[in-house]
């Protein structure tokens, strides 16, 4: 007689809130079913909110409501948060009394009791009885961090190093992860943080905290380290070992009122750069010498784990690990067999480390590594329409298009692509963490010499200077780059193969800064940046098979396995969640073409656009 297993599946649904980028992640047995962060259904870009919307996904993913869930697992411990708010009010006294005055009252009156507040809005949400809210756990932040590290990597053994701002206390830690056990070896504490050292220069050059670090990184390659020295004197004591200590007294976020304090601008010539304002070499010098700095520290850090723990492999997270050229670095050092950086490496990836951690640390669960593979399914973790989902929506909005087969379509959008157009690309689930990897992009040619600015001025709507990131057939990676390993995420930055780069002329070599951003450096100039280097995305047939058939289509087409790949979405906006999301965007911006799953609508055929139509109808997520 066969024996039939009548246990119930243990979930688990963990979130990340109340700072920014709220998010929500539902685990099964260990296995992620689904994750997101809530700024895809709200619209509002870097949403702190309790993730109502996110949870609501997940559960609907999974099948299930929330009297299913085993434990909710929030991503950090609010008693532990106020008490370094607290200390450090205190060490700083009487300086910053009125930022803790304006602090105090939300904390009091919310963050301090954060689980009757989280199980109040769970009850909402589920529409269930105060008795039926599951039971609550709560992690540190750094574990959350570690946690998505390590569990979903394809490592059975690592050293897990984390750095972000801050979350209790902890701004780096250093772990080591072994089968489903994760210890914590080390930690450098709070105010001295490489996170909040980059985004005081984030806010120093006029981009704001918490979402402009990745213009700084994008900055950098423009400018020259001339400042560097000036950090290393000043602001920083870094070790031989990569510990570090900050000197305080050019910084002002212990007491709550600016990144930065006056001591901080006369060490650097001046007040602030105003945001939008014109950029000059100044920026452009200061976005170089911080990256330089960070980087120098982040390899130090690595020497030292590989130094004292042996591991072979390493895992990173926190909001540093979005450094994907610092994480280049780390990689060209040849340290370790094996680099794993979790696709969202911030605070919202806390809410998918808050869920494994509860599965294998609080419930002492097992887990299987193989090696090869990671367990985040190329983070295509968001919702997915069917193409009869899609009709029905561009029926409603009287669009225009076609619905083609699936060689009809990677056939067709290949020869687009060919000839120059734009294309917004929709396809199946959508991605969790801050790239858009083959399943909400907008696509171009690689060997265009106008894509990369047609894109930043007519599409994006933002900066310049802004580089794209391209994505590669994986077997074709060694050809393009000197890159030879899995990047799926976009998170390594690599140089451009030298036989395919183009040296700068001696009028090109008179020019500085933002001049030289239009000069094509090798035959992908559109995703070549001005350093010859280039942030890439490998694609394969298992992980992204529909991004991998339209990749093979147009090398077919052109000979090139190569397309620039970028987020769906404006500037200022999330990226794109729903269909109706695609062709708001799509009808806002001179993109030529769009697919949403297998129907093609080409701008020329759609009728105007109605800025003020009736958007209750759009699609809904039930």
Known sequence: ????????????????????????????????????????????????????????????????????????????????????????YLSFAPRGITSFWEAMPIWLKEKLFLKNLIRKELRLLGNIEKS????????????????????????????????DGVGEWATTSVWFGRGHALEPLWELPFPHSLGLLYS???????????????????????????YANLIYEHLIDLKPDGTFRLNMDYFGYCTGLTMTNQKFHDLFGGPPRAPE???????????????????????RLARTIHNETGADNLCLAGGVALNCVGNGRILRESLFKGLWIQPAAGDAGGALGAAMAGWHQFLDKPRNANGSRDTMQGTYLGPSFSN????????????????????????????????????????????????????????????????????????????????????????????????????????????VCHDRCTPLTSDHESLWGIERLNVPRSDIPAVTHIDYSARVQTVDEVTSPRFYKLLKAFEVRTGCGVLVNTSFNVRGEPIVCTPADAYRCFMRTEMDVLVLQNCVLVKADQKAWDEDMDWKKEFALD
């Open 132 to 163: 039926d809210v599951p039971p609550i756990l709560f992690p540190e932040h750094h574990q959350s961090h570690a946690a998505s590290a390590f569990f979903p990597s394809p490592f059975h053994e690592a050293a897990v190093l984390c750095m």
């Open 388 to 495: 009869e989902e899609v009709e029905c929506f561009l029926t409603d909005v009287d669009a225009s298009y076609v619905c083609l087969t699936d060689e009809q379509l990677f056939t067709l959008v290949a020869g687009d692509l060919a000839s120059g157009k734009i294309v917004g690309w929709f396809q199946e689930r959508m991605e969790f963490g801050p790239r858009s990897l083959g399943g909400r992009s907008v696509l171009g040619d690689a060997r265009s010499t106008t894509m990369q600015s047609v894109m930043n001025l007519k599409i994006k709507y933002r900066e310049s200077f802004r580089p794209f990131a391209p994505s590669v057939l994986r077997e074709r990676v060694a050809d393009y780059f000197d890159l030879d390993v899995d990047s799926p995420y976009m998170l390594l930055v690599a140089p």
């Open 277 to 299: 304002s014109h950029l000059t070499q100044r920026e452009m010098n200061l976005a170089r010498s911080i990256q330089d700095v960070t980087e120098e520290v982040m390899v």
């Open 1 to 88: 007689m066969r024996y039939i297993s009548t246990r119930k599946p243990i979930r688990i649904l963990g979130v990340s809130a109340y700072y920014h980028d709220s998010a929500a992640c539902l685990v099964e047995d260990g296995l992620i079913v689904a994750a997101a962060q809530e700024e895809r259904f709200t619209r509002k870009k870097h949403t702190a909110g309790f993730p109502v919307e996110a949870i609501a996904y997940c559960l609907r993913e999974g099948g299930i409501t929330l009297q299913h869930v085993a434990h909710v697992v929030f991503y950090e411990k609010p008693f532990v948060k106020f008490e370094r708010l607290l200390e450090t």
């Open 200 to 226: 005081a220069f984030t806010y120093y050059t006029g981009f704001k905290v918490n979402s402009g670090e990745y213009k700084v990184m994008g900055l950098a390659p423009y400018g020259e380290p001339t």
